[in-house]
């Protein structure tokens, strides 16, 4: 089978770096995906790891250890904005995703 | 470009009622997917597509059916809603070698 934990709620204060984690467990890897849902909204597509490292995205950054089996999402400088709920997201191969839980991001002022 | 389009965007139903969510993207993307979404919780996938005439199923697919006769559309049909089914439902689709998913606004479905 296959499952990811991540945090349900983190908070921060705006101008704020956080990180959210997610580690997994799954059958088969092809990537790690990051998703930011905002109340009421559809998901939106943030970053994707296939190989170990980091990607930087803007303010949005995203690591992957295939080793560890664990990956991050990393928030710099917060804004009020970046409020959202952040899923991590595995694909087994042939575009399907298996989705976290789900980490809800306060930022506060 | 309208990106991925899903109707009804509400839709309340009956225990034992059947329906089809209709799901249409308009940027030629080969792969298709269904999830849902439950209240705190992640999505689940119910069924994907790979092309047109290529289906398969996902985590959650018992009591959905799908076909995808062209690339544009990927409707989701309930066979005899349950009040299990009581989710918001999302299409998403991807372009073939890319790794971004683009989701429509979603359908809310009761089952009562």
């Known amino acids: 089978g296959q499952s990811l934990e991540q945090p349900s709620e983190v908070t921060a204060v705006e101008g704020a770096i956080v990180q959210i984690n997610c580690t997994y467990q799954?059958?088969?890897?092809?990537?790690l995906s990051w998703y930011q849902q905002h109340d009421g909204g559809a998901p939106t597509f943030l970053s994707y790891?296939?190989?170990?490292g980091l990607e930087e995205t803007g303010r949005f950054s995203s690591f992957l250890s295939r080793s560890d089996s664990y990956g991050y999402l990393l928030l710099q400088e917060l804004q009020m904005k970046d409020s959202a709920s952040y899923f991590c997201?595995?694909?087994?191969?042939?575009?399907?995703?298996?989705f976290g839980s789900g980490t809800r991001l306060q930022v506060q002022p | 470009n309208a990106g991925v389009t899903q109707t009804p965007k509400f839709q309340v139903l009956k225990t034992g009622q059947s329906m089809t969510l209709q799901c249409a993207q308009d940027?030629?993307?080969?792969?298709m997917s269904w999830y849902r979404q439950d209240p705190g919780m992640g999505l689940r996938l119910i069924h994907y597509?790979?092309?047109?005439?290529?289906?398969d199923q996902g985590e959650v697919p018992n009591g959905y059916n799908v076909s995808r006769s062209t690339t544009e559309d990927f409707p989701l049909r309930l066979l005899s809603a349950a009040p299990s089914q009581t989710s918001v439902y999302f299409c998403?689709?991807?372009?073939?070698?890319?790794?971004?998913?683009?989701f429509g606004p979603g359908t809310r479905l009761t089952v009562t």
């Open positions: 997201a595995v694909e087994k191969g042939r575009r399907a995703l298996t």
């Open positions: 799954t059958s088969g890897f092809y990537g």
């Open positions: 790891n296939a190989l170990d």
């Open positions: 940027m030629n993307h080969e792969y």
């Open positions: 597509s790979v092309g047109a005439g290529i289906t």
């Open positions: 998403a689709s991807q372009q073939g070698g890319a790794y971004e998913q683009y």
